[in-house]
Nanobody
Framework: QVQLAESGGGLVQAGGSLRLSCLAS????????MAWYRQAPGKQRELVAD???????NYADSVKGRFTISRDNVKNMVFLQMSSLKPEDTAVYYC??????????WGQGTQVTVSS
């Protein structure tokens, strides 16, 4: 079993930056893809960015050029550096990992609020 713990959310003004972190603990030797999702009030959860173990990244069009996902395979952590934040980035951000067996684990989520 993999456990995830996110940190780094908070309140920021539009144009500001935040860095989210997620630590994977437990049976993490089989982790393949690490990702960040977000869910705004009244909306479906959506993929923000993901990264494979080899470092291949994928971003939602809405965050390309503003957000950067990275990971530390030694520490089993994934990060999301968010810059030029907009009010529409306001959401609960969830860390997620998928193992080589295709099992998916979710974190509890961390609130990001961007004020205009």
């Amino acid at each position: 079993q993999v456990q995830l713990a996110e940190s780094g959310g908070g309140l920021v003004q539009a144009g500001g930056s935040l860095r989210l972190s997620c630590l994977a603990s437990g049976s993490n030797s089989r982790i393949n893809v690490m990702a960040w999702y977000r869910q705004a009030p009244g909306k479906q959860r959506e993929l923000v960015a993901d990264i494979t173990r080899s470092g291949t990244t994928n971003y939602a069009d809405s965050v390309k050029g503003r957000f950067t996902i990275s990971r530390d395979n030694v520490k089993n952590m994934v990060f999301l550096q968010m810059s030029s934040l907009k009010p529409e980035d306001t959401a609960v951000y969830y860390c997620s990992v998928r193992t080589v067996f295709e099992t998916v684990t979710w974190g509890q989520g961390t609130q990001v609020t961007v004020s205009s």
